[in-house]
T-cell receptor
Framework: DAGVIQSPRHEVTEMGQEVTLRCKPI?????LFWYRQTMMRGLELLIY????????DSGMPEDRFSAKMPNASFSTLKIQPSEPRDSAVYFC?????????????????????FGAGSRLTVL | AQKITQTQPGMFVQEKEAVTLDCTYD???????LFWYKQPSSGEMIFLIY??????QNATEGRYSLNFQKARKSANLVISASQLGDSAMYFC??????????????FGKGITLSVRP
């Protein structure tokens, strides 16, 4: 199993440019999460999907951010236009879908596996 | 209110000694899971240990154990026989509820652990 794969690992861009971050979750994991990590704010959940459907996007900072999951094996996080304050490490994570009563939370099956992260620097 | 609280700003431990990293949580949901992740300087997030709210026994994984005190809403991580490679940031996290709609993982601010030789 290759784990959660993120690309690019590093991105340096200028303010105003469009940035697209990509994620391939672990096969069979039907929940996908995008997190952002900064020194000031720690790890923040931006958005998460279950079965390719966005469930909670309340953490998306503003309209400049958008995320899609066109199929079970691919997701993108897009920032347009980018700003220096968007500089951060963006993590994608996946997990098995939490199922019906009593199952997933009574086992470690609901563990999130993280990708290596995409470090974004906006100049 | 914060869901996960990690108040220790930084911890130091001598190699081969045990160390406890504190975590308290806040939830009204009877069904939840508690997690600890390690983030070394290389940046990856490494899962260490999991405790379910209905688990009767404290979780253990090798040198890691979780001191789960449900009434106090605490889930402290205990690392026994510390190694230099344990120097990292440690995050406590919680996932609430059974249904997918509430399944997000919320993290604390993290604790930095430094192991001295």
């Amino acid at each position: 199993d290759a784990g959660v794969i993120q690309s690019p690992r590093h991105e340096v861009t200028e303010m105003g440019q469009e940035v697209t971050l990509r994620c391939k979750p672990i096969s069979g994991h039907n929940s996908l999460f995008w997190y952002r990590q900064t020194m000031m704010r720690g790890l923040e959940l931006l958005i998460y999907f279950n079965n390719n459907v966005p469930i909670d996007d309340s953490g998306m900072p503003e309209d400049r951010f958008s995320a899609k999951m066109p199929n079970a094996s691919f997701s993108t996080l897009k920032i347009q236009p980018s700003e220096p304050r968007d500089s951060a490490v963006y993590f994608c994570a996946s997990s098995p879908l939490l199922g019906d009563t009593g199952t997933a939370l009574r086992s470690g099956a609901n563990v999130l596996t993280f990708g290596a992260g995409s470090r974004l620097t906006v100049l | 209110a914060q869901k996960i609280t990690q108040t220790q700003p930084g911890m130091f431990v001598q190699e081969k000694e045990a160390v406890t990293l504190d975590c308290t949580y806040d939830t009204s949901d009877p069904s939840y899971g508690l997690f600890w992740y390690k983030q070394p300087s290389s940046g990856e997030m490494i899962f260490l240990i999991y405790q379910g709210s209905y688990d009767q026994q404290n979780a253990t994984e090798g040198r890691y154990s979780l001191n789960f005190q449900k009434a106090r809403k605490s889930a402290n991580l205990v690392i026994s026989a510390s190694q230099l490679g344990d120097s990292a940031m440690y995050f406590c996290a919680m996932r609430e509820g059974y249904t997918g709609a509430n399944s997000k993982l919320t993290f604390g601010k993290g604790i930095t652990l430094s192991v001295r030789p």
